[in-house]
């Protein structure tokens, strides 16, 4: 059973930076397919970062330049530099990893960006 545990979220000022982190267990580790979405309360989840089946990354347009995500293979791990930070990336995260035609979510973890 694949489980993916998020961590690195907070409270930060509008331009500053966070990084989220999510370790994936249960799996042979591969980071295509795996990625970061965002929710906000009363809206649909959004996808924010991924690694593409190709292992090139895709951006949401309004994150593209601000956002990077990396895989680091040796600790299982994908990663989500956020810097620049604005009021509207205030949301709770949440880890996805697609594989075999299964979704699988971390638990969510929440990042605040206000003054």
């Known amino acids: 059973q694949v489980q993916l545990v998020e961590s690195g979220g907070g409270l930060v000022q509008p331009g500053g930076s966070l990084k989220l982190s999510c370790v994936a267990s249960?799996?042979?580790?591969?980071?295509?397919?795996m990625g970061w979405y965002r929710q906000v309360p009363g809206k649909r989840r959004q996808g924010v970062a991924r690694f593409l089946a190709s292992g090139t990354p895709y951006y949401l347009d309004s994150v593209k330049g601000r956002f990077t995500l990396t895989s680091d293979n040796a600790k299982s791990m994908v990663s989500l530099q956020m810097d620049s930070l604005r009021s509207e990336d205030t949301a709770v995260y949440f880890c996805n990893k697609f594989s075999d035609g299964k979704d699988y979510w971390g638990q969510g973890i929440q990042v605040t960006v206000s003054s």
């Open positions: 249960g799996d042979v580790f591969r980071s295509n397919g």
